[in-house]
């Protein structure tokens, strides 16, 4: 069964308006949290690293005052995209760890859909 | 340079026939995992297998397998007795070093249709 929970799952708002996304690890705690951002047909880009308790980091280009982070429990990670415009229109989707085994993949939410008209 | 290569935009396979996914990467680190995940039209990113740097023996789960060749740094995967379920997006992703909070590196992606 899924690990992850991610809400919502889509998303249509006027231009301006900003957008939380939640991402929930189900039954374990995560202090490490991922978030990425895929356009239609290309590969998936991180944006982020969420942690638990401390700042968000952010990968280079990433506007951290445009995307913002929130790890405020061990089970619960946000991105709010602040006065979002058209051009912030993608997939977003999170990921989190189950343990701190090697072999340990990153556990993927369903994603959100975003659109900004 | 890329850290993940996935040199195949698009592959067709016929049911029941296997399939093999091409990766390569580039790292300088003597530790690191190596991962495939399947994300299907709806979006959601589904983890297939996993080969870390030190495993000795290639990763299987069930109809996949993942054929490591550390020296040409390949991680291909092989997807046997193809389902028209198979049908998807396929990204190779690396993970540099020993801490599993450490973020992935994806690949491109190869388009995978399953035909009748």
């Known amino acids: 069964g899924a690990v992850v929970s991610q809400h919502p799952s889509w998303v249509i708002c006027k231009s301006g308006t900003s957008v939380k996304i939640e991402c929930r690890s189900l039954d374990f705690q995560a202090t490490t949290m991922f978030w990425y951002r895929q356009f239609p047909k290309q590969s998936l880009m991180l944006m982020a690293t969420s942690n638990e308790g401390s700042k968000a980091t952010y990968e280079q280009g990433v506007e951290k005052d445009k995307f913002l982070i929130n790890h405020a429990s061990l089970t619960l990670s946000t991105l709010t995209v602040t006065s979002a415009h058209p051009e912030d229109s993608s997939f977003y989707i999170c990921?989190?760890?189950?343990?701190?085994?090697?072999?340990?993949?990153?556990?993927f939410g369903d994603g959100t859909r975003l659109s900004i008209l | 340079a890329q850290k993940i290569t996935q040199t195949q935009p698009g592959m067709f396979v016929q049911e029941k026939e296997a399939v093999t996914l091409d990766c390569t990467y580039d790292t300088s680190d003597q530790s690191y995992g190596l991962f495939w995940y399947k994300q299907p039209s709806s979006g959601e990113m589904i983890f297939l297998i996993y080969?870390?740097?030190?495993?000795?023996q290639n990763a299987t789960e069930g109809r996949y397998s993942l054929n490591f060749q550390k020296a040409r740094k390949s991680a291909n995967l092989v997807i046997s007795a193809s389902q028209l379920g198979d049908s998807a997006m396929y990204f190779c992703a690396m993970r540099e070093g020993r801490d599993t909070a450490s973020k992935l590196t994806f690949g491109t992606g190869t388009r995978l249709q399953v035909t009748l």
């Open positions: 990921s989190a760890i189950l343990g701190a085994w090697s072999n340990q993949p990153q556990h």
């Open positions: 080969q870390g740097s030190y495993d000795e």
